[in-house]
């Protein structure tokens, strides 16, 4: 038990390792043997209320905010990384983006399924030519028809939709203005036609859960699933990537946890010269400085999960935050296949695959370059990184604030 850290919050510790020991872990090798999505397992989850701690209770949220949310991330994924491929999806970005761009009737039409894990959500922005500036670079085009708007275009990196029934896509309504254009809508693929979605082959990830890129010709979403007016996209995207940030660098904490766990254990376990290799002062430094960087981690994801709840600007420790654990991830990973060895790369051990996932979430949501910069323009006064300062947490917000917060 972290005795700063309150009993609630332990008690949602102890919850969700339960659920992964008896729900997930003996069943999920099954799935990815299959390449099965586990639909019965996400809908498990949900029903466990995994998918919800930063959701009001109206939505189906449990309401205990941020902070619970980073600990769930951090044990799902300390448990079983490839089952946590959807949690964003299903407790973060899709429905966030509803929620803090939808109507009253979007948002209880579509935020409790996801939530509950009845639906399976997606949210797609980046593109092959989008880099960071996915916004300003974007191609894929929505144009009004009548009461429908048509979608064409291509997506990369869209996380589950071979498998979403509900999502949140970003396209262009006016490719003049740059990110200015952007208009966001909500997407429900097996409808309506025009929407194919391609798995792409990913070393070392999950064969259940996959990224895909997805074709769209003519793609149809009514008008009523738009989310907001023409152009209130970027607002959306900023507003949803924030406490997505806070989500990646909690699992990315997770990653340096499993690493440094099984590295503890081969290290007491595997015996050179007649005692264990955790004895070597060699192997001792790795793991000191394994469990050091995880330490700066948690501390940091920690508080920004909290200032998010306290609803204090947060974009600045929210990168600090991430930056921090997935450079934790990465070395934690790293070192513990060195104490490995060769067995690092074989697959009974996780290890072998926790390193793919550990560069993925160095990526993820922002890469580790894109946040150095914010944090180096905020400590330069060139651009302050909170110059937004609207509430954070969704426990609080007043829904007619969402979109005044950004400026485009």
């Not at 948002?107 to 300003?136: C, F, H, R, W």
């Not at 002062?281 to 050091?292: C, G, H, L, Y």
């Not at 330069?380 to 300062?389: I, M, N, Q, S, V």
Request: charged share 25%.
């Amino acid at each position: 038990m972290d005795p700063s850290m309150s009993p609630e919050i332990e008690a949602v510790r102890d919850m969700v390792n339960r659920f992964m020991e008896t729900e997930v872990k003996p069943v999920m090798d099954g799935y990815e043997k299959r390449g099965e999505f586990p639909r019965e397992l996400v809908r498990k989850a949900g029903a466990a209320g995994l998918y919800g701690a930063v959701f009001p209770e109206s939505v189906g949220g449990s309401n205990m905010g941020y902070l619970a949310a980073a600990v769930i991330q951090e044990e799902m994924v300390r448990n079983d990384v490839r089952f946590s491929s959807c949690n964003n999806q299903q407790g973060s970005t899709c429905p966030s983006g509803i929620y803090f761009g939808g109507t009253p009737e979007q948002i209880q039409k579509y935020v409790p399924n996801l939530l509950a894990g009845k639906t399976i959500g997606m949210m797609s922005l980046t593109e092959s030519g989008g880099g960071s500036d996915a916004e300003g670079n974007m191609k894929t085009f929505a144009r009004r028809d009548g009461d429908v708007y048509r979608i064409t275009g291509q997506k990369m990196w869209a996380s589950i939709a071979n498998e979403t029934d509900v999502g949140i896509l970003f396209a262009k309504t006016d490719l003049k203005v740059g990110a200015k254009g952007v208009t966001a809508f909500i997407v429900q693929p097996k409808t309506y036609p025009g929407w194919k979605a391609q798995p792409i082959d990913c070393l070392g990830l999950s064969k259940s859960m996959r990224t895909n890129v997805v074709f769209l010709d003519d793609f149809i979403v009514p008008v009523e699933d738009r989310l907001g007016q023409e152009g209130d996209g970027f607002k959306i995207i900023m507003r949803t990537l924030q406490p997505g940030r806070v989500g990646v660098a909690a699992k990315a904490l997770g990653v340096a946890r499993a690493c440094f766990e099984e590295a503890l254990r081969y290290a007491n376990d595997r015996v050179l010269r007649g005692q264990p290799i955790g004895r070597f002062q060699m192997i001792q430094s790795d793991i000191a400085e394994m469990a050091t960087a995880i330490e700066a981690s948690r501390a940091l994801v920690y508080k920004a999960a909290q200032m998010m709840d306290d609803s204090l600007p947060s974009n600045r420790i929210a990168a600090i935050a991430k930056f921090h654990a997935s450079q934790t991830a990465k070395m934690c990973a790293d070192k513990a296949m060195q104490i490995f060895g060769g067995y690092g790369l074989a697959t009974e051990y996780r290890v072998s695959y926790y390193r793919a996932y550990s560069d993925m979430f160095f990526t993820g949501e922002g890469s580790a370059n894109v946040q150095k910069i914010m944090i180096a323009e905020d400590a330069l006064g060139y651009k302050l990184a909170d110059r937004h300062h609207g509430k954070t947490g969704l426990r609080d917000i007043r829904k007619d604030d969402v979109l005044k917060d950004f400026k485009a």
